[in-house]
């Protein structure tokens, strides 16, 4: 048997006619003796990580890079401000209004009528906006001609 460092402690599969294994190749492990640490030659020293152009390694050290969770809550936190005073607008605005649109006439609170107009300049918007950014990406995957 063969250690994987190639001390001969007796023979192997190697040793039969026919199965020639390549140099360097080691053996299966149930052929291997119990010690099969890495010899001298076999160790490689472990190299530290690179580290960015311009910066320390204490660099991150100092203050902490914010997360994708914390701009989550500050999301939150803004939505919930943003909210509250909206509540406050519409509870402060409710005289009736009347509101025609496209032959259709009706009444409800001042503060709502703005708020439907509000969101649906918002969806107005969005759509420009996603129709946009659905033409960026075809051409981003479309073929250069030059």
Known sequence: MTH???DATGPTSHDLPGTEVPEGALEPAEQRAGDVRPGPEEVTPVRPAPTRVGTSPSAGRGKARPTRISGTWVAVIAGLLVLTILLVFILQNLDPATVHFFGAE???PLAIAMLFSALGGAALVALIGGARILQLRKQAR?????
């Open 4 to 6: 994987a460092r190639g």
């Open 106 to 108: 009706g009444s409800l």
């Open 142 to 146: 479309s073929p250069r001609r030059r």
